[in-house]
């Protein structure tokens, strides 16, 4: 589809919000962005950037301090009855069946009767809930939870559906699928929904769905860059193009990072996979679980059932096991690999050798160590710090180090001294 007329538009729009301790906060200072027709629109950038914000002055769910927002060239008069939101918490009232909360959108705008039954029945049908209209959502998985989010917002017919990172909260493969729905129901005529603005904290998403993508920048927030991206639809994440896109984008994020002033580094550093946040305790707990079951294997709704986890958590902790080879994960199974179970027959002090020689070969261990290494056996926390906000701008800094300090403790690899605010190197 090629873009056509602007539909939604933000005219030098700047935001400030007054924090509890008196002072005011610039969100977002002299933003403007045109969504045209038919577009799909990513806004992408770290973490705190404006982005949440600016949709919501999009959707006309808050005013802007100053500037402009408009549909269609007219000044928005409170909430844009032509969009609808999917929030990536999935804002579901658990008291609520599926269909009543389906109906939620629909009940604020005055569609009652069976005007309400049918777009209830044609949304559900959409996403593909059919059977689960009477279910709570306690009953359903994070993915069918989000489906019920995408069918509360394409109930009401929206032109253009705004989504504030609708698949962060799902587990690779259920984001993967629901995304490539999200394409077609956006390519479908029969829904409506002809435009999409997405905020995203991942490089794919934004590749896979977006025709542009806006980079912001922070302190204030404002637009850095716009990346077009012509790939045609559906798009096919692991061919060349795609890739080629990804590391274009990724190298855009990257120097949107470092101070303006400097020019972009030559060479980007290339990309690292993170160390999933999750607990020693945590990955153990599955793995000694794991045991206890026929062949060392059930699929990852049930484990997190079992363990009383919530499903998001099991799947980070899944995702933490894997990374360290002790588990694989073919399609919604997890299973214990032979190295998983080695390691749970492993006295506590074997464990940790064991530990230690995996999360050395994780390049993200392997680059601090290198890091260690280079500052003869200590580094400050700083430098560390801004090392993971350069490798991973959308994941929070300070939380990804703790996971490092305590994976590194329990395997005796590092250390760290909080007085100094260094980490030490404990294996040479
Ligand atoms: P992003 O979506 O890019 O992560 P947000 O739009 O959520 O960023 O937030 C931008 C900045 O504005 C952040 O510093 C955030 O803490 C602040 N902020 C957002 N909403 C509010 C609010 N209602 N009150 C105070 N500060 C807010």
Redesign the pocket.
């Known amino acids: 589809m090629t873009p056509g007329g602007v539909l939604l538009e933000a005219r030098h729009v700047t935001q400030r919000?007054r924090?509890p301790n008196g002072q005011v906060?610039e969100?977002l200072r002299d933003v403007s962005l045109a969504v045209r027709e038919h577009e799909v629109v990513a806004l992408v950038?770290p973490?705190?950037?404006?982005?949440?914000?600016l949709l919501r002055l999009l959707a006309g769910l808050t005013r802007p301090a100053d500037g402009q927002l408009l549909y269609r060239g007219q000044p928005l008069d409170g909430v844009l009855g032509a969009a609808a939101m999917v929030f990536q918490s999935f804002a579901l009232l658990p008291w609520l069946t599926v269909a009543e909360n389906v109906a939620m959108g629909l009940e604020t705008r005055g569609v009652n009767g069976a005007a309400r039954r049918d777009a209830v029945a044609r949304a559900i049908n959409l996403v593909g809930l059919d059977g689960f209209e009477q279910a709570y959502p306690k009953e359903l998985s994070g993915g069918m939870k989000q489906r019920v989010g995408f069918a509360r917002a394409l109930a009401v017919a929206p032109e253009i559906l705004l989504m504030d990172e609708p698949f962060g909260a799902l587990d690779p493969l259920t984001a993967e699928n629901l995304r490539s729905q999200a394409v077609s129901l956006w390519r479908d005529p029969a829904t409506g929904v002809n435009t999409m603005v997405i905020?995203t904290h991942s490089v794919e998403e934004a590749v896979f769905l977006a025709g542009r993508i806006v980079v912001?920048g922070s302190n204030p927030?404002h637009v850095r860059e716009e990346l077009i991206n012509q790939l045609p639809y559906p798009r096919k994440e692991r061919s060349p193009q795609f890739e080629e896109m990804v590391d274009r984008l990724h190298a855009i994020l990257t120097a949107t990072l470092l101070p303006e002033a400097e020019p972009a580094p030559a060479a980007a550093p290339q990309r690292l996979p993170p160390f999933a946040r999750v607990h020693v305790a945590e990955v153990t707990g599955l793995l000694d679980h794991l045991l206890t079951r026929p062949d060392g294997k059930g699929p990852v709704f049930e484990l997190s059932e079992d363990l009383g986890v919530d499903y998001d958590r099991m799947s980070a902790v899944v995702r933490g096991a894997e990374q360290l080879g002790w588990v694989t994960t073919p399609g919604e199974i997890v299973q214990l690999t032979p190295a998983g179970r080695e390691i749970m027959a492993m006295d506590d002090a074997a464990r940790k050798d064991a530990t230690r020689a995996r999360l050395s070969r994780h390049p993200l261990f392997a680059r601090i160590l290198g890091m260690l290494k280079e500052g003869e056996g200590s580094v400050e926390d700083e430098e560390v710090l801004a090392d993971l906000t350069i490798y991973f701008p959308f994941i929070p800094a300070d939380s990804l180090f703790q996971t490092i300090i305590e994976w590194g403790r329990y395997a005796e690899l590092l250390d760290h001294d909080a007085d100094a605010a260094r980490l030490t190197l404990l294996t040479s």
């Open positions: 919000f924090l906060l969100a950038g973490s705190g950037c404006g982005k949440s914000t905020v912001f927030g």
